[in-house]
């Protein structure tokens, strides 16, 4: 009886770990259709869905490229990163937490 209890749990562990990690590709995808910024980082991801810093996103990413387009152009990489460092800079003369 106790092994078949805590099969039953080891199956419940995995399903809870397979939908979340399908919840969170959901999530994901719906974030980078709807966002009026193409480039999101992985870090702002996190941030952005509210998951631990170890949310392993690369992965997932990696795991289901068909639905995100890798990589960006250098020059518009660069232009986002003067754009969003500015943002900060704002933030910050505004006395605004960016925490």
């Not at 869905?49 to 068909?66: H, M, N, Q, Y």
Request: charged content about 25%.
């Amino acid at each position: 009886m106790t092994s078949s209890i805590s099969s039953l749990n080891e199956e419940e562990t995995s399903s809870k770990e397979y939908r979340d990690k399908f919840d969170v590709l959901s999530a994901l995808w719906v974030l980078a259709c709807n966002n009026p910024i193409s480039i999101m980082s992985y870090n702002g991801i996190r941030y952005r869905l509210k998951l631990p810093a170890d949310a392993d996103i690369e992965s997932l990413v990696e795991e289901r490229g068909e639905l995100f387009r890798p990589g960006v152009p250098p020059r518009r990489l660069e232009e986002w990163k003067i754009a969003m460092r500015s943002q900060v800079r704002g933030l910050q003369l505004n006395n605004i937490p960016i925490n």
